[in-house]
């Protein structure tokens, strides 16, 4: 079992930036694969990015790609994520997850954080 605990949400004008956290506690961090996920108000969940246990693989979302970076530091059982030139369709509760097997489906994914809102404004 792994907790997981998002920070860094806000509200910010488009074009501008915001850095996301999420702290694991629990079960060893680094056994496991993690990414990050976001839902809108009526929208289904969907995946933002995900990274490997070692780091040596990341995945984005085309949404996304060239603007969000992720990352993690296994010492500090932490994963970030970088959000540049932000618009204001990335407006959204943003989620971390945890999984043993990387990929892009939320149904992969069995330990999850509580969730923190980013709003973007135009």
């Known amino acids: 079992q792994v907790q997981l605990v998002e920070s860094g949400g806000g509200l910010v004008q488009a074009g501008g930036s915001l850095g996301l956290s999420c702290a694991a506690s629990?079960?060893?961090?680094?056994?496991?694969?993690m990414g990050w996920f976001r839902q809108a108000p009526g929208k289904e969940r969907e995946f933002v990015a995900a990274?490997?246990?070692?780091?040596?693989?990341?995945d984005y979302a085309d949404s996304v790609k060239g603007r969000f970076t992720i990352s993690r530091r296994n010492d500090k059982n932490t994963m970030y994520l970088q959000m540049n030139t932000l618009k204001p369709e990335d407006t959204a509760v943003y989620y971390c997850?945890?999984?043993?097997?990387?990929?892009?489906?939320?149904?992969?994914?069995?330990?999850w954080g509580q969730g923190t809102q980013v709003t973007v404004s135009s």
């Open positions: 997850a945890a999984t043993e097997v990387i990929g892009r489906k939320p149904l992969l994914y069995p330990y």
């Open positions: 629990g079960r060893t961090f680094g056994i496991y694969a």
């Open positions: 990274i490997s246990l070692s780091v040596s693989r990341t």
